[in-house]
């Protein structure tokens, strides 16, 4: 299996170059030549396995380099239970109701669903430095605006041949996520925090990464940079396999017959998760529609209802805040894909950058329609929608009740009762403060008080991984000026 970049297409590479590479050279993102069918029978065999069995099984498809033992080595020690994720099923399918199921991907290490891929990066990535014949550390460098930067820590904490950096904006998370930060174990792990903005600490990792006075200095003491960013092919693939699992256990429950077609409803920000359930269809995934749900920053159920890109509007901070966001990577993943061309790709990217928008041709756009769906939800209807979900007895964070009440918009005006799965991403516990107030609490307790206070609140237990926050010591203390983000690199890495 080759790997091309989606702006030249010429490109063949191997899915341990691509996961090295993270991003090519001509700043494009790497995609598969070619999708892997499903073998006759796959999905029969995959009902009977435990979750890392099924990873391991989906990630051969496209990792020819690697081999099954090896891949099941990684998939048991990432998706560990009770080590890793809460739950033998790791990304278990809960019913809604009748006709809804909803795929929890926040059973993991850090209550988001961003553990998925990267609990398994660390292993791809440690693999394929061996595999090219890279015998030098890589250090990933992280800048995080709350949920990417733990996950990346808890994922890359005591991995052979890793060091881990993560800056994340001094007063720009919120205290929990600060506090899962900064009480970080692990030997290989280093947090600071820039005195600045998100963008101020991005502006200056990205700063550090095109430095080749850094990278020489760091490679003459063994270091390799690299980054953890959604746009690494090794971020996606194990996305791909909650999505086939899903189906499987849905099968296995009796809730559909093998081959009836299911809908996914995706609460969507860079575009990564639902992207990895369009490559799942195109295995041969019987799925009928992808719903992408976007909240008030609603740049993509535009550019689905209309064919048109445009970045050039306000941005707002709602309650779900991983999906604020107006500038969607990965899209150009299925750009390519529709289009077949990357020459049409370069011709968008370019009017992106130039203008802050593109349209796409009424082929590309009719390509589209045929499995994407997409709708968005103000702050105060995720607040109803999770309010209305607990009084029947399920809890919800922010991020799942935008795709559940895109969902049930999109039932309304399409009449379409087709059992869907919610792809849920984080914790209720994650978002305390947004949650109590939609079940109508709206004085809430200091500090990691505030998970005990919905915890009784709600009858639902608080995760242990954030339940144990408040006994953790701080082991990082560290503030730094932009500028001299390069100084703390090099003090990490003496
Ligand atoms: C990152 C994130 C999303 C958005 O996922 P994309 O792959 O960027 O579309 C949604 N919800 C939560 C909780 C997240 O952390």
Same mark, same amino acid.
């Given at each position: 299996?080759?790997?091309?970049?989606?702006?030249?297409?010429?490109?063949?590479?191997?899915?341990?170059?691509? $996961?090295?590479?993270?991003?090519?050279?001509?700043?494009?993102?790497?995609?598969?030549?070619?999708?892997?069918?499903?073998?006759?029978?796959?999905?029969?065999?995959?009902?009977?396995?435990?979750?890392?069995?099924?990873?391991?099984?989906?990630?051969?498809?496209?990792?020819?380099?690697?081999?099954?033992?090896?891949?099941?080595?990684?998939?048991?020690?990432?998706?560990?239970?009770?080590?890793?994720?809460?739950?033998?099923?790791?990304?278990?399918?809960?019913?809604?109701?009748?006709?809804?199921?909803?795929?929890?991907?926040?059973?993991?290490?850090?209550?988001?669903?961003?553990?998925?891929?990267?609990?398994?990066?660390?292993?791809?990535?440690?693999?394929?430095?061996?595999?090219?014949?890279?015998?030098?550390?890589?250090?990933?460098?992280?800048?995080?605006?709350?949920?990417?930067?733990?996950?990346?820590?808890?994922?890359?904490?005591?991995?052979?041949?890793?060091? $881990?950096?993560?800056?994340?904006?001094?007063?720009?998370?919120?205290?929990?996520?600060?506090?899962?930060?900064?009480?970080?174990?692990?030997?290989?792990?280093?947090?600071?925090?820039?005195?600045?903005?998100?963008?101020?600490?991005?502006?200056?990792?990205?700063?550090?990464?095109?430095?080749?006075? $850094?990278?020489?200095?760091?490679?003459?003491?063994?270091?390799?940079?690299?980054?953890?960013?959604?746009?690494?092919?090794?971020?996606?693939?194990?996305?791909?396999?909650?999505?086939?699992?899903?189906?499987?256990?849905?099968?296995?429950?009796?809730?559909?017959?093998?081959?009836?077609?299911?809908?996914?409803?995706?609460?969507?920000?860079?575009?990564?998760?639902?992207?990895?359930?369009?490559?799942?269809?195109?295995?041969?995934?019987?799925?009928?529609?992808?719903?992408?749900?976007?909240?008030?920053?609603?740049?993509?159920?535009?550019?689905?209802?209309?064919?048109?890109?445009?970045?050039?509007?306000?941005?707002?901070?709602?309650?779900?805040?991983?999906?604020?966001?107006?500038?969607?990577?990965?899209?150009?993943?299925?750009?390519?894909?529709?289009?077949?061309?990357?020459?049409?790709?370069?011709?968008?990217?370019?009017?992106?950058?130039?203008?802050?928008?593109?349209?796409?041709?009424?082929?590309?756009?009719?390509?589209?329609?045929?499995?994407?769906?997409?709708?968005?939800?103000?702050?105060?209807?995720?607040?109803?929608?999770?309010? +209305?979900?607990?009084?029947?007895?399920?809890?919800?964070?922010?991020?799942?009740?935008?795709?559940?009440?895109?969902?049930?918009?999109?039932?309304? +005006?399409?009449?379409?009762?087709?059992?869907?799965?919610?792809?849920?991403?984080?914790?209720?516990?994650?978002?305390?403060?947004?949650?109590?107030?939609?079940?109508? $609490?709206?004085?809430?307790?200091?500090?990691?008080?505030?998970?005990?206070?919905?915890?009784?609140?709600?009858?639902?237990?608080?995760?242990?991984?954030?339940?144990?926050?408040?006994?953790?010591?701080?082991?990082?203390?560290?503030?730094?000026?932009?500028?001299?983000?390069?100084?703390?690199?090099?003090?990490?890495?003496?």
């Amino acid at each position: 299996m080759k790997y091309l970049s989606t702006r030249d297409a010429s490109l063949r590479l191997s899915a341990a170059e691509a $996961i090295v590479m993270g991003l090519a050279r001509d700043g494009g993102l790497y995609t598969p030549v070619e999708f892997p069918a499903l073998p006759q029978g796959a999905l029969e065999e995959l009902m009977n396995m435990s979750y890392p069995e099924r990873a391991a099984y989906i990630m051969k498809l496209y990792l020819d380099e690697f081999t099954e033992e090896e891949l099941k080595g990684f998939t048991e020690k990432g998706y560990a239970c009770p080590e890793k994720f809460d739950t033998d099923a790791v990304a278990p399918v809960v019913p809604l109701n009748e006709n809804t199921s909803v795929l929890e991907l926040w059973h993991g290490p850090t209550c988001a669903f961003k553990d998925m891929a990267l609990q398994m990066l660390p292993y791809l990535l440690s693999a394929s430095l061996k595999k090219t014949g890279e015998d030098k550390t890589v250090c990933i460098l992280v800048a995080t605006s709350g949920d990417t930067g733990k996950a990346a820590l808890e994922g890359f904490r005591d991995v052979e041949q890793t060091k $881990i950096l993560v800056f994340f904006p001094k007063d720009g998370v919120s205290e929990i996520q600060q506090l899962q930060m900064v009480t970080q174990e692990g030997d290989n792990v280093g947090v600071c925090s820039v005195i600045g903005n998100f963008d101020d600490a991005q502006t200056g990792v990205k700063k550090i990464f095109s430095d080749e006075a $850094i990278r020489e200095a760091l490679a003459e003491k063994g270091y390799f940079l690299s980054s953890a960013n959604s746009i690494n092919w090794g971020r996606i693939l194990p996305q791909v396999v909650y999505y086939i699992s899903a189906y499987c256990d849905l099968c296995k429950e009796g809730k559909i017959t093998l081959g009836e077609k299911v809908n996914f409803c995706v609460p969507t920000g860079n575009f990564g998760n639902i992207l990895a359930g369009y490559f799942a269809k195109l295995m041969g995934l019987p799925v009928a529609k992808l719903i992408c749900a976007s909240n008030a920053n609603n740049v993509l159920t535009d550019f689905i209802a209309t064919g048109t890109y445009d970045r050039n509007r306000p941005f707002y901070n709602t309650t779900s805040p991983s999906m604020d966001i107006l500038i969607s990577s990965n899209l150009e993943r299925l750009l390519y894909l529709l289009s077949g061309s990357d020459e049409e790709v370069r011709c968008y990217m370019q009017s992106l950058n130039e203008t802050g928008r593109y349209t796409v041709s009424a082929e590309l756009l009719e390509k589209l329609h045929e499995t994407f769906e997409c709708g968005c939800c103000d702050d105060e209807q995720v607040a109803g929608i999770i309010g +209305k979900h607990f009084a029947a007895g399920y809890l919800m964070d922010p991020h799942t009740a935008v795709a559940e009440g895109v969902l049930e918009s999109y039932r309304e +005006k399409s009449g379409d009762e087709t059992l869907t799965v919610v792809v849920s991403t984080a914790s209720p516990f994650k978002f305390c403060t947004s949650v109590l107030d939609a079940i109508g $609490i709206t004085e809430h307790k200091p500090g990691t008080e505030v998970l005990e206070q919905m915890a009784q609140a709600t009858g639902c237990a608080a995760p242990r991984p954030l339940a144990t926050l408040a006994g953790k010591a701080v082991r990082f203390d560290g503030v730094t000026e932009k500028q001299d983000m390069p100084q703390v690199v090099t003090e990490f890495l003496k």
